[in-house]
């Protein structure tokens, strides 16, 4: 019989086909071959109600709390006048406590593995001999305090407050778990230096992999969309796209890059794929030339037949999963020094080794130097970037990646 775990995630952790969902549900499978999977999320949108037996195919037991995101949001305003982020009202839900309360009482689960700092406040009044591992993945405080320098009057207060707030109550959930993980080495220091020395111990890495049997070229996977792709000369963008760093990286390139490619090459096409694009995201349709699909049953064709994949992130923390799976499809990709974390060994990606004719990872942050690049992919014949593909199978194994977390999940570890 296998070893009991809970583990809790703030989303649904399917279909993996987002940031977080795409971390946690591999975690959820890795898991699954090494416990007895007692898993506690919500289902924040309805499109993923339909993925439940999905997900308790892989566990003993699961807790699925629907969440509607508007009410969620009024409950998190009440973290104003408490002094919390946003985000612990927003995820606090009395059924979740209610089943992660008995859940523990009635099972002899000795190890717990959280996903998100949000879902943390179920298991800050644990006993003292549950085994608690918390994965934070990226320093979310740091995200908010970005963004609270991008934006102005009361945007900027409101997420000021979220990124104090927020770092307080990291730092005391590191004090409260035997471990805490982040996805890269960078986010593990930039914790490091938030925390007393004493914390240093505790905190180390819980990398990303990919899929790269599924993000492959030779998948099979159906080439037809509802976009005529097959004929058109396009580079695309993919993310979620109710996501803020992904709305502002998309504007970014539509404002300073897109009028400037269109003027070589005025018939090509700029696709941002993904799901709930934002109001402003979908503004970005009626300029000439970009096309905004919204929520796609597959990403893989619209990677495959584009010239290239572009990532030009003005904010982000930890590893890009969108550059690992154009990578794996074979896609010439560019980025910003920002979206660089967690590839910094990937050969030539100095910014100063740049070939912009060659360069399989090309990396830029001036819109004239992005420009070149892309109008250099627009005007060649579609390309295979075989070594970057090699590269994502050597290097980003999920089994490979995951496998700290048996060590973090054992008790002696600390």
Known sequence: MKPAVLYLCHRIPYPPNKGDKIASYHLLKFLSQHFDVY????IDDKHDQQYRHKVEALCRDVC????????????GLQALYKGQPITLPYYSHPAMTD?????????PIERALVFSSSMAQYLLNARPSLHKVMHFV?????????????????????YQREYRTLAKFEKAICADFAVSCFVTETERQS???????ALHNKIHTLENGIDSGYFSPNADFSPVTEHPIQHDNYVVFTGAMDYWANVDAVTWFARKVWPKVLQEHPHSKFYIVGSSPSASVRALSRLPGIVVTGRVADVRPYLFHAKAAIAPMQIARGIQNKILEAMAMEKPVLTTPQGMEGLEHYPGNDPAQNNVMGQTLYVAEDPQAVTHW????LARPVRAATQSRQWIEDNFSWDAKLSPVLTYLEAQHV
């Open 64 to 75: 699925f709390i629907t969440l509607h995101p508007t009410l969620a949001r009024l409950k």
């Open 99 to 107: 089943w992660v309360q008995r859940t523990l009482n009635q099972h």
């Open 39 to 42: 898993l506690g999320c919500f």
């Open 138 to 158: 990226d320093v979310d405080s740091e995200k908010w305090r970005q963004y609270a320098q991008k934006k102005q009057g009361v945007a900027s207060y409101l």
């Open 374 to 377: 892309v109008c250099e992919q």
């Open 191 to 197: 914790f490091a230096a938030m925390v007393e020395p």
